[in-house]
T-cell receptor, first 117, second 110 residues
Framework: SAVISQKPSRDICQRGTSLTIQCQVD?????MFWYRQQPGQSLTLIATANQGSEATYESGFVIDKFPISRPNLTFSTLTVSNMSPEDSSIYLCSVAYRDSPRWNEQFFGPGTRLTVL | QKEVEQNSGPLSVPEGAIASLNCTYS??????FFWYRQYSGKSPELIMS????GDKEDGRFTAQLNKASQYVSLLIRDSQPSDSATYLCADETGFQKLVFGTGTRLLVSP
């Protein structure tokens, strides 16, 4: 499986600011996703990061709040904009390889723990 | 909207016992299911995937799928304290997107 890194690993931010989270994979992957895991909760998919085009957002998540970029097959960013304490969460990227025998298995990065004051 | 249900636990088992974790899903058309293990403060780690009715074994882990009853289970044989974690069941909704259950916390006591 791929080696996935995320930066930053954690951050404490002030209300009203924005934070950009980076996800880097050591090999080319077909699919990249962004999830949120709120304290004590399970994972919720925010969006699919599409290479070279706009991300596909899930219900309840909008581009103005969570802009996503994916300039190539190994890198994506998620920005949490105009943050409020309700955005305090762990943000995780995941990857999948469409062309592999285990094509629909997803592997997660280490996560970014965000606290908004 | 697809849903995946899990008992939050904790499920407590003694070391060496079999731990049985269960999950039900709402979409009768679902085809692909995944079990992830998540240690406290860590990201989810894929344990097993299962796509066909029946059992799939990998080491101490056995995944079971029953599409008629819409449930998926994970058996952990010879449970170890290091297996203590939260186990997440996931259903693929299409386009490789996953819907997760809330997870079952497993505690294995020495």
């Amino acid at each position: 499986s791929a080696v996935i890194s995320q930066k930053p690993s954690r951050d404490i931010c002030q209300r009203g600011t924005s934070l950009t989270i980076q996800c880097q994979v050591d090999s080319q992957v077909t699919m990249m996703f962004w999830y949120r895991q709120q304290p004590g909760q399970s994972l919720t998919l925010i969006a699919t990061a599409n290479q070279g085009s706009e991300a596909t957002y899930e219900s309840g998540f909008v581009i103005d709040k969570f802009p996503i970029s994916r300039p190539n097959l190994t890198f994506s960013t998620l920005t949490v904009s105009n943050m409020s304490p309700e955005d305090s969460s762990i943000y995780l990227c995941s990857v999948a390889y469409r062309d592999s025998p285990r094509w629909n298995e997803q592997f997660f990065g280490p996560g970014t723990r965000l606290t908004v004051l | 909207q697809k849903e995946v249900e899990q008992n939050s636990g904790p499920l407590s088992v003694p070391e060496g016992a079999i731990a049985s974790l269960n999950c039900t899903y709402s979409d009768r058309g679902s085809q692909s299911f995944f079990w992830y293990r998540q240690y406290s403060g860590k990201s989810p780690e894929l344990i097993m995937s299962i796509y066909s009715n029946g059992d799939k074994e990998d080491g101490r882990f056995t995944a079971q799928l029953n599409k008629a009853s819409q449930y998926v289970s994970l058996l952990i044989r010879d449970s170890q304290p290091s297996d203590s974690a939260t186990y997440l069941c996931a259903d693929e909704t299409g386009f490789q997107k996953l819907v997760f259950g809330t997870g079952t916390r497993l505690l294995v006591s020495p």
